[in-house]
């Protein structure tokens, strides 16, 4: 891990030349017309103050309007043209997406909206992943130097509370079942968020949560349709509002008598592979929560012609499930001192864009090697001048040995007042699984390590039987960023990673009974494989 040749410094005016010139020199370019220029090299780094720039603008409050959608493994099961129908009809500022795959790019293009994260997020403003945040959210630049901050989550399937009941299960086992499955992939969310809420950022956390709401199983509703059967206090929707999140639904819609506002399933054409049947419970499993400076004043739901309470029409309707559109009066918080990386993981050559709020003070850009200081930089760059409080980088790696890297936001002072993880992998590499052995007793944990691997936010590792066709019949599974759900970013999956299987880890039935095993890792909440092995488990 390190850099050819020798360290360098990065001055301003003329990284543009310094592209041409210095081809074998890592660059950190001003984005626009003009970059800046090569310094002379030295033993140790040295940093350009930047001007200082404006402090935060003061917030004035605006209108924003969000959209949750479980657009089906992919949106292309009925009609893609109608994903982007639905999107375009409903008009959100920032939209929420579960079992996107690799579409979310698509879908933005397609709908015209310019931004989006890889895994989850389209907007009409600018995204920022800031490190520190597992994952769990990203800021929305709603204004300048202002923001928003959204948390997207899709929790396990297994277990389902509705069906559970309509059998005639005690509510005994269904809240344990929930308490299992469901609870423990929310908790750090539910740790990260609040905070940012204390800091005066309007957060919203929303998504396919897989249980319906303890407010649509209160005693009025109990008996109202058959599979109601008594007062539930579903733990996930509880946890939520207890840690300050307000259902944006029944803030609008107070009364579940009046408004059930039912998502799932949705009245879609019937596929192949999967189509709820005629006595699916019909519940509220899509949520749009916020908590901070947000007001809710307008809740709809987007989804087949003539569902109930569907405003938002589109025939033939692509998912499964119906979205929700929440429209919200809220004043945006301060952005937090940061630099973000899009992506965070390259490949040698890439030029990755770093985003930098520096709040008006004096700083410069640096890479170390991860963990490493000011001392440890390989190159620097001022920030562009002008006064501007915040700014975009063009990072070049061409001459970064595959490794694990920083990049620092360095004060006038040269302390680091803020530093992003960059993974830099070989050119051509694939993902590589192993386990630690190639047999087990039966309950024995199941050690598993993978290189070069993407680190999706919702990557996952999956176990099938040794004949099973493909990985969408897998028995037991697990996200690799392990029990938060959410695997980008520190705190989350890294390319190089490992993780446990065992009774406390996996979802699905535990222990596998003896017999021979595929082991996948699988990107994007996909069923599309990028690395496997093999194992067995013996009496």
């Known amino acids: ?100 795959w690799a579409n979310t790019k698509r879908i933005a293009k397609e709908a015209g909206y310019p931004y989006w994260n890889e895994a989850y997020v389209v907007s009409r ?67 990260d968020l609040p905070p940012l809420a204390e800091q005066g950022i309007p957060v919203f956390l929303l998504g396919d949560f897989n249980a319906p709401s303890w407010r649509d199983y209160t005693a009025e509703v109990v008996g109202t349709r058959d599979y109601v059967k008594y007062v539930v206090e579903w733990p996930v929707s509880k946890a939520i509002e207890q840690a300050g999140f307000v259902d944006s639904w029944r803030a609008v819609h107070p009364d579940p008598l009046k408004s059930l506002g039912l998502t799932w399933p949705a009245d879609r054409p019937e596929i192949e592979d999967w189509t709820p049947g005629p006595y699916t419970p019909q519940d509220r499993i899509d949520f749009i929560y916020s908590m901070g400076p947000a007001k809710a004043t307008a809740a709809q739901l987007a989804g087949e012609k003539f569902g109930p309470e569907v405003t938002i029409p589109v025939t033939p309707w692509p998912s499964d499930h119906r979205a929700v559109v929440s429209t919200f009066t809220v004043t945006p918080g301060p952005l937090p001192v940061m630099v973000a990386l899009s992506p965070q993981v390259a490949t040698v050559g890439d030029r990755v864009k770093a985003q930098y709020w520096a709040d008006g003070e004096a700083g410069s850009l640096a890479v170390a090697p991860a963990g490493g200081s000011v001392a440890d930089a390989l190159e620097s760059s001022a920030l562009p001048a002008g006064g501007e409080a915040s700014g975009t980088v063009k990072l070049a790696t061409k001459v970064l040995d595959p490794g694990a890297y920083e990049v620092l936001l360095v004060g006038a002072g040269e302390e680091v007042r803020a530093r992003a993880p960059l993974w830099v992998q070989a050119p051509g590499a694939k993902p590589v699984l192993t386990t630690d052995a190639e047999e087990y007793t039966s309950g024995q944990p199941i050690v598993v390590t993978w290189k070069d691997a993407p680190a999706g936010r919702t990557d996952w590792i999956a176990v099938c039987k040794a004949d099973a066709p493909d990985p969408n019949d897998f028995l037991i599974y697990q996200y690799t960023g392990g029990i938060s759900g959410s695997a980008y970013g520190a705190g989350g999956a890294t390319p190089d990673g490992t993780l446990t299987l065992d009774a406390d880890t996996v979802i699905g039935p535990w222990p596998l009974p003896p017999g021979k095993y595929v082991l996948y890792y699988l990107p994007n909440d996909g069923y599309e494989a990028t690395a496997k092995t093999t194992f067995a488990v013996t009496e």
């Not at 109608?82 to 959100?92: H, L, M, S, T, Y």
């Not at 901050?149 to 269904?174: C, F, N, Q, W, Y």
């Open 125 to 191: 403003y600018p995204l920022l992943e800031p490190p520190g945040a597992h994952g769990d959210y990203l800021l929305v630049e709603v204004q300048p130097g202002r923001c928003v901050a959204v948390s997207d989550t899709h929790l396990p399937s297994d277990k389902p509370g509705s069906h559970r009941m309509r059998l005639g299960k005690p509510v005994e086992a269904i809240l344990a079942a929930e308490k299992e499955v469901r609870l423990p992939y929310i908790q750090r969310q539910l740790k």
């Open 1 to 100: 891990m390190g850099i050819s040749g020798t360290r360098r410094t990065v001055g301003l005016g003329l990284a543009l030349l310094a592209c041409l010139v210095l081809p074998a020199t890592l660059v950190l370019a001003a984005c626009g017309e003009s970059s800046g220029s090569a310094g002379s090299s030295s033993s140790s780094p040295t940093f350009s103050p930047a001007p200082s720039g404006t402090p935060t603008p003061s917030a004035a409050s605006m209108t924003l309007k969000v959209m949750d959608f479980n657009i089906e493994w992919g949106g292309e099961n009925v009609s893609f043209a109608k994903v982007i129908e639905a999107v375009k009809k409903a008009q959100p500022d920032i939209l929420c997406l579960q079992e996107a």
